[in-house]
């Protein structure tokens, strides 16, 4: 949940830095996206292994 509302603040900080003049360039848009893609592979990673039993819930 912690990273989901980080990677929101960054996607809305972004064009408030192009209102103000300050445009980052598509290669800083990607070095950016990265850790963002490797975060989703290691959650899809973490939840495979996981095991969930319904049963057990209650």
Request: aromatic residues 6%; proline residues 9%; positive net charge.
């Amino acid at each position: 949940m912690f990273k989901n509302r980080f990677w929101l603040t960054l996607a809305l900080a972004v064009p408030a830095l192009a209102f103000a003049g300050v445009v980052p360039s598509p290669a800083a848009g990607a070095m950016l996206m990265s850790p963002s893609t490797i975060v989703v592979a290691l959650n899809a990673q973490l939840l495979r292994r996981l095991k969930l039993n319904p049963a057990k819930v209650r």
